[in-house]
């Protein structure tokens, strides 16, 4: 999916690059099916931060938080530029990488071994595949998931965390306005009687 941008003089940038909601939601998807929660119940997996979610109160339940957030990674600030065409329009096209972070929190009495699943899941073609299919790359050799137990209420919550960095490829494309003729004059000494007017096309 791509977004595009005109800007006050014409110029038009088209862009691959994936919002953080874009990439949660796909992220909310995929985690389902690593848990093997078919079909997708996103009750059971959830977007951190929204607006308005589900109420989480039980100790016993198994629910896992997703999220995805940029990250500023050298990559991002270097441009791959070619240029093509020159009749109407010229287009120039940066290709790039981005950053990101998805992190997962498990909680319930299963967190842990949740997390141990999806961390397995990390490493076959499933997760790989629909990934790429979004130009999402992850970085090989991910940390282990952590047993964090969390105290809410006077009560230990079981609690496991895991984070996956990942390289997203961006590809943006800027169209110009080319001249197709350019007209030149050529005046010698009256600004209303040109010597020379040449049309170059």
């Given amino acids: 999916m791509s977004t595009s941008t005109t800007y006050p003089n014409g110029q038009v940038l088209t862009t691959t690059a994936l919002t953080p909601q874009q990439v949660s939601a796909l992220l909310q998807t995929v985690t389902c099916g690593m848990l093997g929660v078919n079909p ?19 100790v016993n339940a198994d629910v896992c938080y997703v999220s995805a ?4 990674v050298e990559y991002n600030r270097v ?23 998805f992190a997962w ?16 899941a990390t490493f076959i073609d499933y997760f790989t595949d629909a990934l790429a299919a979004s130009n999402l790359y992850p970085l090989s050799d991910p940390p282990a998931p952590m047993r964090v137990p969390e105290q809410f209420n006077a009560q230990w919550w079981e609690r496991a965390d895991f984070h ?3 390289y997203e490829q961006v590809t943006e494309t800027i169209q110009y306005g ?7 004059k050529v005046y010698d000494g009256s600004p209303n009687d040109p010597v020379a007017d040449i049309t170059v096309g």
Wanted: charged share 25%; hydrophobic share 35%.
């Fill in 164 to 166: 996956l960095d990942l």
């Fill in 178 to 184: 080319v001249a197709s003729s350019v007209e030149v």
């Fill in 105 to 120: 929190v498990f909680y319930g009495p299963n967190g842990s071994a949740d997390a141990q699943r999806v961390w397995d």
């Fill in 79 to 101: 441009r791959d530029r070619s240029w093509a065409g020159a009749s109407v329009t010229s287009t120039e096209t940066w290709v790039f990488t981005r950053g990101w972070r």
């Fill in 40 to 58: 997708p119940d996103y009750g059971r997996v959830r977007v951190d931060w929204q607006t308005q979610g589900q109420p989480f109160e039980n």
């Fill in 69 to 72: 957030v940029p990250l500023d």
